[in-house]
Every structure is written in structure tokens, then in C-alpha cells.
């Protein structure tokens, strides 16, 4: 039996100090639990363009393809805001996307009891808060032809296109209600039907698949009408399955109700592979905070939790999952906080590898 393989893409920015943390939680369940991986490092983002040219390299991008999971820090820098669009650090995150077709993007809002004080909103209405979006990652208005900038007369016109196939609808879809199965069997699909023919397809489709699926109750809610739902009572909401762009915007929504974007992991999922494991990619939320790059200010938590859905999601070990999950759970209710999680009562906020520690220790506690 060979080890199941782990491509691990530091990218930029914070990326490389919060993955440094991931790979020594990753040799504690080698040590540990046995659960050892075959792990390789390679570059994505900025610091790839820098070395060849291009964001992804097409060797990186094959590595990829045959991993079992990939895990992303981040991508991206001020110093590469003037580069052609083509050749920018997000578009190596967008061909990985694409070209692993990741079309199903499971985005947590969890609020931990610990910091259900830094939420913007009253604690009563986000204690406790345990939503997932679903995200379609993979068509939509990203990815929709024809796009582009053109000469329109004496002026530009710039063109993306919303484009939905039913299949694309109904893969997606399924993954939810599959979701939504183990969970507490709720799933609200969100569009703009009233203002979008993708939307009234979408709408269509995703109550086709959901006769598959007699025991989930299905709800729908414009998009807009879900931002305003989303922040004046989100604890309504289970699972939500929404398109690209508004997923894109809807989970960045759900993960402040957390107080904490520093906090929240994300998978992206494929179809099986031959393995039977889901093509897979694993990345927190945030982005690669160049401002605070180095310093060992960042919070490497949502990065750890990434690898905590890696364990659930593409090796079968949901009890080692919920191991690291209580592990980090613990450390908050301990009070530590890097500087990211400080209150107004302020506080001497741990390092990066400080919380990594921590995270260990809690771990070693849990055996
Ligand atoms: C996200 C990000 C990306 C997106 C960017 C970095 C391309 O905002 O993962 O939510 O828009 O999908
Ligand atoms: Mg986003």
C-alpha cells in the first residue's frame, strides 16, 4: 500500500508561515495516528510567475491532477497588481479550479463559542452559527464566453456572460443535497430568477434533483433577499447552494458573521477519481494578507481546519477530523488568540507558531 499523496501549494504572502504550521500538524498524525502522507511542495501565485513566468506551471498543474488532495495557503501581492491579467496570481487558483473541475466549493461559516464576541452582530443571532455554502466554482460568469474588453463604436465595452448548462446545475446540486443528507437535511438554493434566465434554469434543475431527495426540505430565495436573510437571523440556514459570483459574495458575508475570517477553511471537490476519492483542493478563505506577511502575526487556523476537511473529505477520517477540529476549538476557549482575534480589551496575542504549538499540544492532550 503506497501513502496517499498531499501537494502542498504554499502560494504567497502569509501562505508559506500558516502551511508551515499545517505540515508539522501533518507529521503529528504521521507520528501519531499513522496516517502517514507522501507530501510535496510546489509553487502557485506570484511566486511561480516569478520563478517561470506564469502563475501555475503545467508540470505543477499535472502534479496536481494526480494528488490525491491538494493544500493551498494563498495567492497574491500588491507588487504583482500591475502584471498582465492573464498571467496573475489568481488565475493560477482559477486553471487549478477549472482544470481539476472543482465545480463543488464547500464553504463553512462556523462561529466558535470562544469568539462569538467579535462578531459585528449581537451574540445572540450568530452563537452557535453552523451554516455551509455551497459554491458552483467552476462556470458561471467567471468562466462564461464570450467575455473580454471590445471596441463598441468610440467606445470600450466590457463583457462577461452568466452561462449555466442543466448538467453543470444538477452536479452541483446533488453534492448539496448529499450535504444536506447528513446534516440537518435543509438546503436553501439561491439565485436571481426573477431578473436571470440562468437563474429561472437554476431554480428549475435544482428542484428536479431534489425529487431524488423526498427527505431534504428545499427552499429558494433570491440572492439578495438571502444577503439581507443571511445577516438579520443566519441560524435559519443549513445548507445554502448558490452560483459562483453570488457564492463568491455569500460565503465572504457568512464567514464575517463569524467574526473572524482568519478562521474559516474551504474544499473544493471534483468528481471521483479512479481511487474513488474526489478530485480535491483545500484552502482557507482568506487571502494572503501581504501587509502582515512574515511577521509571524498571521492566524494559521483556518489553513489547519482546511487540512481538518482534507481528513474528512478525501481520507475517509472524519474522527481524526473532529480530533483536530477540538483541538483548535480548545485553544480558543483557553483564550489564545493571535493578533488577528484581539479585542478591544486588547491582550498579548500569540505567534503564528505559537498557535501552532498550542494546536500540538492540544492535540498530544487528545490521545
Ligand atoms: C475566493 C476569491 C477568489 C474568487 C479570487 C481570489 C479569484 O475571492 O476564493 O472567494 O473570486 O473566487
Ligand atoms: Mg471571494
Not at 501537494?7 to 495516528?33: C, K
Not at 448539496?176 to 429561472?200: H, P, Q, T, Y
Amino acid at each position: 500500500m503506497t501513502n496517499p499523496s498531499l501537494l502542498i501549494l504554499p502560494g504567497d504572502g502569509i501562505g508559506p508561515e500558516v502551511m508551515a504550521e499545517v505540515r508539522r500538524i501533518i507529521d503529528w498524525f504521521g507520528t501519531q495516528r499513522g496516517l502517514v502522507f507522501d507530501v510535496s511542495e510546489d509553487l502557485v501565485g506570484g511566486c511561480a510567475y516569478d520563478k517561470h513566468g506564469t502563475p501555475l506551471h503545467d508540470d505543477t498543474m499535472a502534479r496536481a491532477q494526480d494528488a490525491d488532495a491538494v493544500l493551498l495557503g494563498a495567492v497574491g501581492g500588491p507588487q504583482y497588481d500591475d502584471l498582465d491579467f492573464s498571467v496573475k496570481p489568481e488565475r493560477g487558483l482559477l486553471r487549478l479550479r477549472k482544470e481539476m473541475d472543482l465545480f463543488s466549493n464547500l464553504r463553512p461559516a462556523q462561529c466558535f463559542d470562544a469568539l462569538a464576541d467579535f462578531s459585528s452582530l449581537k451574540k445572540d443571532v450568530v452563537a452557535g452559527l453552523d451554516i455551509m455554502i455551497v459554491r458552483e466554482l467552476t462556470s458561471g460568469v467567471y468562466f462564461g464566453e464570450p467575455r473580454g474588453i471590445f471596441k463598441e463604436g468610440n467606445e470600450r465595452v466590457g463583457i462577461n456572460t452568466q452561462r449555466y448548462t442543466e448538467s453543470e446545475i444538477a452536479r452541483v446540486a446533488r453534492s448539496a443535497f448529499d450535504l444536506a443528507m447528513k446534516r440537518s437535511k435543509k438546503l436553501c438554493s439561491m439565485e436571481k430568477a426573477n431578473v436571470m434566465e440562468s437563474g429561472i434554469l437554476w431554480r428549475e434543475v435544482v428542484t428536479e434533483v431534489g425529487r431524488d431527495y423526498p427527505e431534504v426540505t428545499l427552499s429558494h430565495m433570491y440572492a439578495d433577499a438571502g444577503a439581507m436573510q443571511l445577516t438579520r437571523w443566519p441560524k435559519q440556514f443549513d445548507v445554502i447552494v448558490t452560483d459562483n459570483l453570488f457564492g463568491d459574495l455569500l460565503s465572504d458575508l457568512a464567514a464575517m458573521l463569524t467574526g473572524s475570517l482568519g478562521m474559516l477553511p474551504s474544499a473544493s471537490l471534483g468528481a471521483p477519481m479512479a481511487n474513488g476519492r474526489p478530485k480535491a483542493l483545500y484552502e482557507p478563505v482568506h487571502g494572503s494578507a501581504p501587509d502582515i506577511a512574515g511577521q509571524g502575526k498571521a492566524n494559521p487556523i483556518a489553513c489547519i481546519l482546511s487540512l481538518a476537511m482534507a481528513l474528512r473529505y478525501s481520507f475517509d477520517q472524519g474522527a481524526e477530523a473532529a480530533r483536530l477540529e477540538g483541538a483548535v476549538e480548545r485553544v480558543l476557549a483557553d483564550g489564545l488568540r493571535t493578533a488577528d482575534l484581539m479585542g478591544p480589551e486588547g491582550g498579548v496575542p500569540v505567534s503564528t507558531s505559537g498557535m501552532g504549538d498550542a494546536i500540538l499540544a492540544a492535540l498530544d492532550a487528545s490521545l
